[in-house]
């Protein structure tokens, strides 16, 4: 007994230490690496992350001089522009200065044919007509005049529509059927730029020699075509296109080209440009159609109530050889010259 009274004490320590030892193995740690209740084990604690920055701080997008491009990791980069200055800018243009523009270039150029017409009237053919007539055109050629010609209306019509359509159209016919309507024309807008390019490319191969300049059409130019003359037996002589006509030929054939180009731009989107450059083309597509349908204007009217016998080039080949002796004296000679000859009929009025 005493021996055990001896070694009590010494139980009843290591008893009290055995049951502490839990809760000493145990240390309230806070952040990474705490378990549940906030608890890890000693010597697993996991070090504490740096400290994030602000909100305010993290740089969401990069600047560039027009505009602001943010950061995405999918394939179409194009939607990482945020912000783009130049947008204001191309949106004025679009819904205000190209109304002015052109309002002013159609109107302005349908306004000043009205005033001519009323002015000089229809330009006579001063002997009248023969009934003699010279070939002017062959098939090929009025293929390709009227493949241009129709397409290039169709262009301008749409075009038309779908530009100015939304002020101008929906209150006359509502929303409903102006969406139908455009959609529509945008379509044939699209499609009609096949035979517009076709027609543009035969026209170039088929008529580039003969729209060179030459020292007659410095005196065409010189006396406006005898156009704006009261004297109508006046006619600067010229070959078998004047000043005129070669001017509107290569008018048509360089506009043509660009408004080619930058409508394949508009029509494939980011394809060859990004948004700056699709603005620039819309820029440029938009005033030089206006400027197309201004002087395609001029050259319906003079083609058709302006002239005696001018539609007759085109509409059936021949024209008359008095026209033809008056407005292309040169090319008539040269006809003439070649043995192409008028077709059998009365002789050209006030002939010898």
């Known amino acids: 007994m005493p021996r ?3 070694f009590a004490p010494v139980a009843a320590f290591l008893l009290a230490l055995l049951l502490a030892a839990p809760a000493l193995a145990q240390v309230e740690v806070e952040g990474p690496g705490a378990g549940e209740g906030g608890t890890v084990a000693p010597g697993l604690e996991l070090p504490a992350p ?7 701080d993290v740089q969401l997008y990069m600047p560039e001089e027009d505009q602001l491009i943010g950061r995405l990791t999918i394939p179409n980069r194009s939607l990482a522009t945020l912000v783009q200055p130049e947008g204001r800018t191309w949106r004025a243009f679009r819904m205000e200065t190209l109304f002015w523009i052109a309002g002013i270039v159609i109107l302005g150029t349908l306004a000043a044919l009205a005033a001519f017409y009323f002015w000089r009237g229809t330009i006579r053919i001063d002997r009248g007509r023969s009934d003699r007539w010279v070939p002017r055109f062959n098939g090929l050629e009025r293929f390709a005049h009227w493949t241009t010609a129709l397409s290039f209306i169709a262009l301008a019509l749409t075009g038309l529509i779908v530009t100015f359509g939304r002020f101008l159209l929906i209150p006359l016919m509502g929303h409903d059927a102006f969406t139908a309507t455009s959609e529509v024309s945008k379509n044939l807008h699209n499609f009609s730029s096949v035979p517009f390019v076709l027609g543009l490319v035969l026209m170039l191969a088929l008529w580039i020699r003969d729209n060179l300049p030459t020292r007659a059409d410095l005196v065409w130019l010189k006396h406006g075509g005898g156009m704006f003359s009261r004297n109508a037996s006046f006619h600067p002589e010229s070959g078998r296109f004047n ?7 290569w008018a048509v054939v360089l506009g043509g080209i660009a408004m080619t180009v930058t ?7 980011f394809y060859v440009t990004g948004v700056s450059g699709m603005q620039i083309a819309h820029v440029v597509h938009a005033i030089l159609a206006a400027l197309m349908i201004a002087m ?3 050259h319906i009217y003079i083609g058709t109530i302006g002239m005696e016998g001018a539609f007759d080039a085109m509409g059936k080949g021949e024209v008359d050889e008095n026209w033809a002796i008056e407005h292309h004296r040169g090319w008539y000679e040269a006809q003439r010259d070649a043995g192409r000859q008028p ?3 009365t002789r050209p009025a006030g002939a010898d």
């Not at 409508?263 to 989107?269: A, C, D, K």
């Open 263 to 269: 409508g394949i731009m508009l029509m494939t989107p």
């Open 243 to 249: 000043a005129g006509q070669k001017g509107i030929f």
């Open 343 to 345: 077709a059998p009929g």
């Open 296 to 298: 395609i204007l001029g």
């Open 50 to 56: 740096e400290a994030e920055p602000p909100a305010a």
């Open 4 to 6: 055990i009274r001896a």
